[in-house]
């Protein structure tokens, strides 16, 4: 799929995003993992700004995402919050940093619209410091079988509709990026992703 069809999609989807913001199933794993994240944090596919509540007010937040309709809704929903913030219309797979720019790499839900995702997962090993951390909420192929089949026979639906893949295996993804795993839990079935990570 090409990234203007991607981005059309995720435009349409804006809202739907929003409607989780409080009473979201993922809530309470985005409140376990990204209450970590500290200093000059990074957080690529920020969409509608679900992350928000769970950063400390002292952090300087840098947000990309790709879809112009989703960070109109997170620039409306960042004057509710007091941290030092900067959103920018930009595609993840094609963005550069400078090395080591950030304390934390946050990603949640992104993983399955990367056409390489292993490459991003570079790009946070070369933009995150060397003592800095990359949290990341995922979803992914389940753990049951009967469920991780469906999701197999569905992914080419859920792509052309949704522009998300279903079927991928987080875990494999990390290890095959140059990111060091250091915790991984898995939710729902196997079917969330928590990850703690690091250059």
């Avoid at 947000?63 to 920018?88: C, Q, V, W």
Wanted: hydrophobic fraction near 35%; glycine fraction near 6%.
């Amino acid at each position: 799929m090409d990234r203007q069809s991607l981005i059309k999609k995720f435009d349409k989807q804006a809202k739907k995003y929003n409607k989780r913001r409080k009473n979201g199933q993922a809530y309470k794993f985005r409140q376990r993992i990204f209450q970590e994240a500290e200093g000059k944090v990074l957080e690529v596919g920020i969409g509608s700004g679900l992350n928000y509540p769970f950063y400390s007010k002292d952090i300087e937040l840098t947000g990309l995402d790709f879809s112009h309709e989703m960070l109109k809704i997170a620039r409306d929903a960042a004057k509710d919050y007091p941290f030092k913030m900067t959103l920018l219309q930009k595609d993840v797979e094609a963005v550069e940093f400078s090395e080591n720019s950030f304390d934390t790499i946050i990603s949640s839900g992104s993983l399955c619209a990367y056409q390489e995702p292993v490459h991003v997962l570079n790009s946070f090993q070369k933009w995150c410091k060397p003592e800095g951390k990359i949290l990341m909420m995922e979803h992914g192929t389940s753990t049951n079988k009967p469920l991780a089949w469906l999701q197999k026979s569905l992914n080419p639906l859920a792509l052309k509709v949704v522009g998300c893949h279903q079927n991928r295996n987080i875990s494999e993804i990390v290890k095959k990026s140059c990111l060091q795993l250091i915790r991984e839990e898995r939710y729902l079935a196997g079917y969330l992703y928590l990850i703690w990570a690091k250059p």
